[in-house]
């Protein structure tokens, strides 16, 4: 199964899980507010039975025990959820400033090999609404090899590095590119066994046509800089030097690959990707915005989230069968009492409501301990961590960000799931007749 068929069923599986919970709440509730034949949304006095019979002494302490082991699950599938969310949100975090302190938030391209007239372009779209940053380009791949190894390097030719750029210089500067200077990533520097001041050599397969064929362009470099973006791809690819470098490199006399824009909020990096194409009429333009360029990895990293977030979902609903199991039981044992309301006035909704309340209370203290818990452990994961080998993965541990949307929703689906497993064991608590209950 290919990535984008995997990540369809699970946003269909998703929304068709979502459906069917939202379906079957709104059903439930529909049938509680007018089952009577008219709106009564009141709990009033079904509240206060349900509490009752929450606190009253047990003649069979397995249901006490059941109880407790229905909070217990309910309250472990929502800190499980919640933990799990935000560790995902902060890997998410993580990898998105990576990628935006590594690359520009929009890159312009052109058509064709000639882009001479950058400096024309630059004028027109520098000054739209939202850009910080605007600068050349050029982009071309070739070798880098040292006295002791060979590496594929990916060679970006700028005219100043930007401000996301000066900050993962980890030695040397970006100052000293000048006419021979390269700025390599820090895996790219192991791997070659080069440090700061030695020479390496870049051959470029755009060469010039001699008697034997085209001929590879080979030019010396000096390391001034090593950079570490933090992400292994980068650092064991990517090289900078001067754009006029990259130039001569690269047989592009005055032209260049394209134009980098930085953006004050990258959200938006789509919609002014379009606005700056609208601005230069199309074709030969095109410009694509960071997402677009990553979005294979930040598709698997949503599936991810989606497929974690369906089977805590499942783990809920599984707990959510001990709630059902408690009332059922609860209601075999308040057979009389419930033939006695039955008896003085109680309608079949009304027993049913009793019920109701208290499920959604086993439910909601589940709910409210486990949310508490996990946003508890979440800022404890904040603070002090979990750690993890910077040298491998690159993070010092385990990131962490809670997401306030995301909290609410684990809450509202942990009360939607807990509610519709009262559904069934209060409807058998309205069906009992008075005479069997008082005869029992």
Known sequence: MTDSVAYQVVIYAAIGLGAILALGVIAAFA??????????????YENIIARRFLMAKRSHKAVSMITLISIFA????????????????????????????SNPHIML???GHDFSNYEEVLQKTKNISGISEASPFVLGEGMLSSKYNMSGVVLKGIQKPDNDLKKVIKEGSWDDLGD?????????AKNLKVFIGNAIQVVSPMGELGPMGMLPKTKNFKVVGLFSSGMYEYDSKFAYTSLENAQRLFGLKASVSGIEYKIKNPEQAATIALEIEKKLDGYPMYARDWME????LFSALKLEKIAMFIILMTLLAMASLLI????????????????????????????????????LTIGSIG???????????????????????????YISQIPVRIDAVEVVYVALGA??????????????????????????
């Open 293 to 296: 360029m990553n979005r294979p």
């Open 74 to 101: 309910v309250m472990a599938a929502c800190a499980g959820m919640v933990i799990v969310m935000s560790v995902m949100n902060g890997f998410s975090s993580d990898f998105r400033d990576k990628i935006l302190g």
């Open 180 to 188: 021979t200077g390269i700025v390599i990533g820090i895996e790219m």
């Open 415 to 440: 009360l939607a799931v807990s509610f519709l497993a009262t559904m069934p064991p209060a409807l058998f608590a309205a069906r009992l007749k008075p005479v069997e209950g008082l005869r029992a």
């Open 109 to 111: 391209m052109r058509f």
């Open 324 to 359: 059902l199991v408690t009332l059922i039981m609860v209601v075999l044992e308040k057979n009389k009492e419930i033939a006695i309301l039955k008896s003085m006035g109680a309608t079949s909704v009304s027993i049913m409501k009793i019920f109701v309340s208290y499920g």
């Open 367 to 393: 709910m409210v301990t486990g949310v508490g818990l996990g946003l508890i452990l979440c800022v404890v994961l904040q603070h002090f961590g979990i750690g993890l080998d910077a040298e491998i993965y």
């Open 31 to 44: 049938y509680l507010f007018f089952g009577e034949g008219r709106f009564n949304p009141s709990f009033a």
